[in-house]
């Protein structure tokens, strides 16, 4: 069974940086044909997709509204993902949460159907 952990996260003002970084694991798993991806939920709104990368890292795709702020990249020996997040707005504010779909196709993780999903983690961006 895939388990997924975050860690990172936490308060920053506007404008700062900030990192989250998602471990998975699993007996005997190899994560390196999953896309993993990160997701994002706003206080009393839907849980929404926010990037997500190729099985290889050579390929990642985001949402409009972080593009050219967030940069997602993977670690396939240690199983990680991390998501680094710059000029941070008050907008951004969520818990984020890692996810991971076996699939070849990187887009399909968008919908977040058929995906493990990590617990989440807090991210506050004070204005």
């Known amino acids: 069974q895939v388990q997924l952990k975050e860690s990172g996260g936490g308060l920053v003002q506007t404008g700062g940086s900030l990192g989250v970084s998602c471990t998975a694991s699993?007996?005997?798993?190899?994560?390196?044909?999953?896309?993993m991806g990160w997701f994002r939920q706003a206080p009393g709104k839907e849980r929404v997709w926010v990037a997500a990368?190729?099985?290889?890292?050579?390929?990642?795709i985001y949402t409009d509204s972080v593009k050219g702020r967030f940069t997602i990249s993977r670690d396939n020996v240690k199983n990680m993902v991390h998501l680094q997040m710059n000029s941070l707005k008050p907008e951004d504010t969520a818990v984020y949460f890692c996810?991971?779909?076996?699939?070849?196709?990187?887009?399909?993780?968008?919908?977040?159907?058929?995906?493990?999903w990590g617990q989440g983690i807090q991210v506050t961006v004070a204005s």
């Open positions: 996810a991971v779909q076996k699939t070849g196709v990187l887009n399909t993780i968008i919908t977040g159907r058929n995906v493990t």
């Open positions: 699993g007996p005997g798993q190899s994560f390196s044909d999953y896309v």
């Open positions: 990368t190729s099985w290889s890292g050579r390929n990642s």
